[in-house]
């Protein structure tokens, strides 16, 4: 069963007890940077569930108890502080987690099976005193380790280590012990009390021998000391004691990783965003509206190359302002429901949480009925403040949504009209990355990339206009809606005038302003003092996942930061302030979600709600992307030409034929028409109603 490494890593930062970052990448061998927190973890493919969980709790036990401290190498070497300090941390690790302690058997249990230490045809007694140590306390379970008298007090000194300084000084007795044989000097010679730490982050403290023996060394071997040779036998060239078991469990770790060619994992998280780089004000956005309408009002004569007389045009906005008249006068119908509804909600909540207590004060009205009520006090009904709500509109402005624009403006409108009524602050933004911000090359003015921005998605080459926002007269906010309106109006209809410069239709750069709403949400919630939030994003496709920052090295030596795109299954998003990692899958479009579910863990109170406009014989294709469609659900959707989506990134994502959004509903029929096209335009006027209804429904219940 292949291993999880986000379920792994989880179990890493349970058991660290603390904020620690665990990565999971191909690297040969575990590390930990006490400074950052951050746990490196070989990827351990060829691992089982028992050892990984076991090699998982030995590196955690390193990350919690082993100081970053290096003064001892002077004195013995790290092999066998290897040894002693791996004995302590699994005993401490075994003793804050009773139940690891079967994760440890069961995997040292496996390891001892596979001859993982290459004892097979060893005389275990032969090696030098720290290999069987090292392999006491690892699996000693499962052989036999034998020891002499004076060993096992060195044995229990190593098993009795509590603090760093305790290991250390284990080991530099077993490091003199296992030279013995070649140099003149004794155990004795060492204090044999355990060094207690005494400065921060349990870094060991100096302290000078006492009460050396004077006991000539042969008197301390005993006959069952192992002998010169056997101790030899251990050492390398220069006469210096190795110890061969932990070399072997380190390098035999290493084939756990597997091949080592597979593309390095990367994790990366999502950068500060400074919004006013990014967000063109309201009153920029309508500032240049206004001057771009004013400028084209403005006669300009010119020569026809037709037949060479001079003509004059002028932009004329009447008939697309006479439309928005029209559509905001028909549209009164769906914003007195959408009011309806939201008052009868909130009613209904307040009902649902209204509580009723006595006043102590009595009853006058009930004082004659005191024979029989025992309820002679007056009561009062308390009805708690409902929460304050506020909206955000995230809205596509890139070229595929031409033919869909008006429409999906009109359902905005309704919900921007609906706001204005009941008192909800909004802020109605669209995304573009054809603002003003090009050069004449057509290329974004974008600042180079900095160290700091490594591994960090890269969030730029782009911009949110806020087209609309709450706080406005009701006049300006009128004017401002003709404006947006007109964009509309020109991306389906011949119209007399141009689109002004920047507010042309882009690409699509969804993932940048979704990343925006970790900035957004909090600033729009302080800013009107909100309990709850709702984004809406109104969109007609997905987009790229968002490229990143990389270090990479030069030939010269150099480290330079450059960006590329994450390589599916081996990179991962972290957000390091509420402690998720996500993996990022092969599929493009799946990158939307994982930001959608880390911003719903980040804002647990705000809902975010999808509206995706389909052409209707792609509608199957696309809801199949997330739930299964029998038959029946089929007639449905194509019934009602739209589909509520709940197992998405979205709270609910609503999938949406085109044209269903469209609120002209009216019921036209020219003079003398026959009965048969009165009751065709009857019953479309009818189903449109009905769809409006069904969709708006489904929509204040969210919001509500």
């Known amino acids: 069963m292949p291993v999880n490494y986000e379920i792994k890593s989880q179990l890493a930062k349970l058991l660290a007890t603390e904020d620690i970052v665990v990565e999971n990448k191909n690297v040969e061998t575990a590390q930990f940077n006490v400074e950052t927190r951050v746990l490196t973890l070989p990827m351990w493919k060829r691992a089982s569930n028992d050892i990984f969980d076991m090699l998982v709790g030995h590196e955690v036990g390193h990350a919690l108890y082993t100081p970053n401290d290096w003064s001892f190498e002077d004195r013995v070497p790290r092999q066998f502080v290897n040894v002693t300090e791996d004995a302590r941390i699994e005993k401490l690790m075994k003793r804050r987690y009773p139940g690891l302690s079967k994760s440890f058997y069961r995997g040292y249990q496996e390891l001892s099976k596979n001859d993982f230490f290459c004892l097979e045809g060893e005389d275990v007694s032969k090696m030098n005193l720290a290999d069987r140590i090292n392999l006491y306390f690892k699996i000693g379970n499962f052989i036999d380790v034998p020891f002499n008298d004076e060993e096992e007090g060195i044995k229990n000194m190593v098993s009795e280590s509590e603090t760093f300084a305790d290991a250390v000084l284990a080991a530099e007795i077993v490091y003199a012990y296992c030279k013995k044989p070649n140099v003149e000097e004794k155990v004795s010679d060492i204090d044999m009390q355990p060094q207690k730490s005494g400065q921060s982050g349990g870094k060991q403290q100096s302290s000078e021998s006492q009460g050396s ?8 071997q005993s006959e069952e000391t192992v002998s010169s040779d056997q101790q030899k036998e251990k050492s390398n060239e220069s006469g210096e004691p190795e110890v061969s078991t932990d070399e072997i469990f380190n390098e035999r770790t290493q084939e756990f990783n597997g091949k080592m060619d597979s593309p390095e994992s990367g994790y990366f998280e999502m950068p500060k965003i400074d919004l006013s780089t990014i967000i063109i004000s309201n009153e920029k956005v309508h500032s240049e509206l206004n001057s771009s309408w004013d400028q084209q009002l403005v006669p300009l004569t010119t020569v026809s190359q037709y037949d060479g007389k001079e003509v004059t045009y002028a932009a004329d906005f009447s008939y697309a302002d006479k439309k928005y008249q029209e559509f905001k006068k028909s549209a009164q119908r769906e914003v007195n429901y959408l009011v309806k509804e939201f008052e009868c909600k909130k009613s209904a909540d307040a009902y649902a949480r209204a509580s009723v207590s006595k006043t102590g004060v009595l009853d006058c009205s009930k004082l004659h009925t005191y024979k029989f009520n025992e309820d002679l006090f007056k009561k009062v009904t308390v009805l708690p403040d409902g929460k304050n709500h506020g909206l955000i509109f995230i809205l596509d402005w890139s070229g595929s949504m031409q033919n869909e624009m008006l429409d999906t403006m009109k359902q905005i409108f309704n919900l921007i009209w609906f706001c204005s009524k009941v008192n909800i602050p909004f802020d109605l933004y669209c995304f ?5 911000d090009f050069n004449p090359y057509g290329v974004f003015r974008h600042k180079e990339l900095k160290y700091s921005d490594a591994n960090k998605f890269v969030i730029r080459d782009f911009n949110l206009l806020n087209l609309l926002t709450s706080g406005l007269k009701k006049k300006t906010l009128d004017e401002q809606m003709i404006s947006i309106w007109r964009l509309a109006f020109s991306m389906k209809n011949w119209v007399n005038y141009s689109c ?34 709702q984004c809406i994003i109104l969109t007609d496709g997905e987009a790229n996942r968002l490229p990143v920052a990389k270090i990479r090295t030069l030939e010269n030596g150099e480290e330079k930061v450059f960006m590329g795109h994450p390589t599916a299954m081996n990179s991962y998003f972290r957000n390091r302030k509420n402690g998720h990692t996500y993996q990022l899958l092969p599929e493009y479009y799946k990158f939307t979600e994982v930001l959608l579910e880390d911003l719903k863990k980040t804002f647990t109170d705000t809902n975010f709600i999808g509206i995706r406009l389909i052409e209707g014989r792609s509608m199957r294709y696309f809801i199949s992307k997330y739930e299964i469609l029998d038959e029946k659900k089929m007639k449905i959707i194509k019934k009602d030409r739209f589909y509520a989506i709940k197992e998405s990134g979205y709270t609910t994502y609503f999938a949406m034929a085109n044209g269903s959004l469209s609120s002209e509903t009216d019921f036209d029929v020219e003079e003398g028409a026959s009965k048969a096209k009165i009751k065709s335009a009857f019953a479309k006027n009818l189903k449109g109603k009905a769809l409006n209804k069904k969709v708006l429904s489904q929509f204040m219940d969210l919001v509500c």
């Open 500 to 533: 002004p410069e920047g507010y042309g239709l882009s690409g699509t750069p969804l993932n940048e302003s979704i990343a925006c709403l970790y900035e957004i949400i909090p600033q729009f919630k302080a800013k009107h003092e909100l309990q709850k939030v």
């Open 213 to 220: 023996s004077e006991t000539d060394s042969e008197s301390q």
């Open 432 to 436: 573009t990355n054809s603002y003003k």
